[in-house]
């Protein structure tokens, strides 16, 4: 995904990835300060709000110890009382002290504010109780560990325990909490029983009353993490076993308290508003900075997209042109910046290499022009001389046919030459050419040579550059088989492969030795003229460089064969 992403990237034009950028650039930013401005926010306002629920939590303690210490100074007066003591020492069970014992408790509720039930129970597990709505009290439970061991293990000190495990039977739906010490006689310290006041849940609630809302809500928990009770907008969902450390849970934090020696711990739970801690100035401002902020990098965008995106992008267009063949100088409003010097110069360059391809085509003109004039000249003067000095010389020997035939011969030769002043003819002119040329020499050496042709069925009308296989039939006779001193073999042959023309120049004269091949295909033989510059008309027509191989044997053959394209 990656690489493809850089494939993708790296493709894209500069204005375009100009565009992403700034797009991705302001998308960041945006994201940025968002999240940046909420968690700055969050912690603030959370921070706000924790400091509260911290201070709520406090004055929940204070009330929750005032009700404690109500119901322990309740239990000071009963482990004090003698007629609860002499209930709590006689050995037997009896009615009567369990009645006074009741009633002296009765009593003694009835002067302190608050709705108790208090159990006395003996070391033999009998009890004495006063109180509304409760029917029993659970042995089992009761002097389980959890209470009655747990209670020992305090030494006189009291516990709290919640009410979970059904240690009391009610007659109404009342809910309790309770505490819970153990009695020991004053002079011997020898425990002789154990005290329970059950203190009504509704007292705990009064703690925190005053001081729920909807923002904020309270509860009382065990050591355990359970809920004991708590105010109706209380989320249980978000309590768990670290509540004495604040955290943030959804938009909701908690903070929790453990109350000393009690072992309940206090929670207030506190919805957190971010935009509650927000004033409308200070969100005015921040929306104005994050305006201000998208303006300026939009007009960094346009700034970049006129100055510099659109410039090079005018540049790129022109230099594409450029490479379908249009020299066209770019045109567009530029400063005197890098990209104005880079337009002017391009355009400049352009100037330039317009003006060198003119000199250069015009030079090239003018060169084959000069070459072709050149080979005409050669051609023309001396041939042309020795053919009417031999024409002239049969007049006087010969029949008048064959002087005329001999005129013909050479009229015809050089209306092909000329061919009305085309570059390029027909194989069959070029042929024909070659043919007239040969019987006007014949003219000359009379039978020293017999020329032959084999040329492939349907190449006569292929078109060819004008004058490529008489130099070379010239240098057969002039510098092959007239220096053979014998008669010889003049063969042309013609053919395609693989559509490319193969002209094939054969002759018997003296050959030529492999150092000589390799001099006359560099241009180093001086003798060569004719032969050197048909090849370099043929290089530059085709616009190829292989176009000439030579096979020879020294005293018997030269063959030189032309590989043209064919147009």
């Known amino acids: 995904m990656k690489v493809k992403f850089r494939e993708w990237f790296s493709a894209l034009g500069i204005r375009q990835k100009v565009q992403y950028t700034f797009i991705a650039a302001i998308s960041i930013s945006l994201i940025f300060c968002f999240v ?11 921070v706000s709000v924790t400091e509260k629920s911290i201070s709520n939590l406090s004055s929940i303690e204070q009330n929750f110890e005032a009700v404690i210490n109500n119901v322990n100074n309740i239990s000071k007066l009963l482990m004090v009382n003698d007629v609860v003591l002499t ?21 003694m509720l009835n002067s302190f504010s608050g709705h108790y039930s208090v159990f006395v129970f003996r070391n033999d597990t009998e009890y004495t109780y006063t109180g509304i709505g409760i029917i029993c009290a659970h042995k089992s439970v009761i002097y389980s560990d959890k209470w009655y061991g747990n209670a020992c293990r305090h030494e006189g000190k009291y516990i709290i325990v919640p009410n979970f495990d059904g240690a009391f039977t009610f007659n109404t739906d009342a809910s309790i909490i309770s505490f819970v010490r153990i009695i020991y ?12 006041i059950n203190i009504p849940i509704s007292e705990l609630e009064k703690t925190y009353m005053n001081l729920a809302d909807e923002n904020n809500h ?30 943030i849970i959804g938009e909701q934090t908690v903070t929790g308290k453990i109350v000393t020696d009690s072992g309940l711990i206090i929670a207030a739970q506190s919805t957190v508003r971010i935009m509650e801690g927000v004033s409308f100035e200070f969100l005015f401002g921040i929306l104005g900075i994050l305006a201000i902020t998208i303006i300026m990098m939009m007009l960094v965008n346009i700034f970049i997209h006129r100055y510099i995106t659109h410039p090079i992008s005018k540049l790129s267009a022109s230099m594409q042109q450029v490479e379908k063949g249009t020299l066209r100088r770019v045109s567009f409003h530029s400063n005197n910046d890098e990209i104005g010097r880079l337009k002017d110069r391009y355009n400049q360059m352009l100037v330039q290499i317009n003006k060198l391809i003119d000199e250069v085509i015009e030079q090239e003109q003018s060169r084959q022009k000069a070459e072709i004039d050149i080979l005409h000249e050669q051609i023309k003067p001396h041939f042309l001389y020795n053919t009417l000095n031999t024409i002239g010389y049969m007049s006087l020997q010969n029949s008048p046919e064959e002087v ?25 002119d070029e042929i024909s050419i070659v043919k007239n040329y040969i019987k006007l020499q014949r003219l000359r050496y009379d039978d020293m040579f017999e020329d032959e042709y084999d040329i492939q069925e349907g190449l ?37 492969q693989e559509k490319m ?6 002759d018997s004269g003296v050959g030529m030795s492999p150092e000589q091949v390799k001099r006359l295909l560099r241009g180093e033989d001086r003798k060569s003229f004719g032969f050197k510059g048909t090849i370099d008309r043929i290089r530059r027509f085709y616009n190829v460089d292989d176009v000439v191989s030579i096979r020879s044997s020294e005293g018997e053959y030269c063959e030189i064969e032309l590989t043209i394209p064919i147009k």
Request: aromatic share 12%; net charge positive.
């Open 404 to 428: 005329y035939d001999a005129i013909e011969t050479l009229g015809s030769f050089y209306r092909k030459f000329l061919s009305k002043g085309s570059q390029t003819i027909t194989l069959d």
């Open 185 to 196: 006689d004053i002079n011997t310290q020898r425990q002789i029983g154990m005290l329970v």
């Open 87 to 107: 209930y709590l020492k006689t050995d037997s069970m009896n009615p009567i002290y369990s009645s006074s014992a009741r009633s002296e408790i009765y009593g």
């Open 501 to 506: 023309l193969h002209i094939v120049v054969y």
């Open 36 to 46: 940046f401005f909420y968690f700055f926010m969050r912690n603030r306002v959370t």
């Open 218 to 247: 309270f509860a009382y928990l065990d050591s355990d993490g359970t809920i004991i009770c708590s105010d109706a907008g209380f989320n249980n969902a978000n309590i768990d076993d670290n509540i004495n450390h604040k955290s």
């Open 460 to 496: 006569g009308s292929v078109m060819v550059l004008k004058l490529i296989l008489q130099p070379l039939v010239e240098n057969s006779i002039y510098h092959g088989i007239r220096l053979k001193g014998e008669k010889g073999i003049i063969r042309i042959r013609a053919f395609s």
